[in-house]
């Protein structure tokens, strides 16, 4: 398994649609059994290399995100099964 400790999760603003993203991947985590791992939300223009482990973000910021480190694109920002598919591939299991 990735050894991921803090993911943040981010869009244009850093509000609504980066703060539905943070709850939803806790929740998906929760339900891998994954423990341990900080989630956050924040805006692109804060993203930096290295302020997490991995970055997520809708599909059309992921060049952005890959810039910073490791990152997942969503399609559908709001898809609780779509995280938890990409975390399964993020976390390798």
Request: glycine share 12%.
């Amino acid at each position: 398994m990735e050894n991921i400790k803090k993911i943040m999760c981010f869009c244009g603003s850093g509000l609504g649609s980066s703060f539905m993203m943070e709850m939803n991947c806790k929740k998906a985590l929760k339900s891998l059994g994954i423990e341990g791992v900080s989630v956050e939300h924040t805006t692109l223009a804060d993203i930096m290399p290295g302020m997490a482990d991995l970055f997520v973000c809708g599909e059309d910021l992921l060049p952005q995100a890959q810039k910073a480190g490791k990152a997942i694109g969503l399609k559908n920002l709001v898809s609780l099964p779509e995280m938890t598919d990409k975390l399964k591939g993020a976390f390798g299991i």
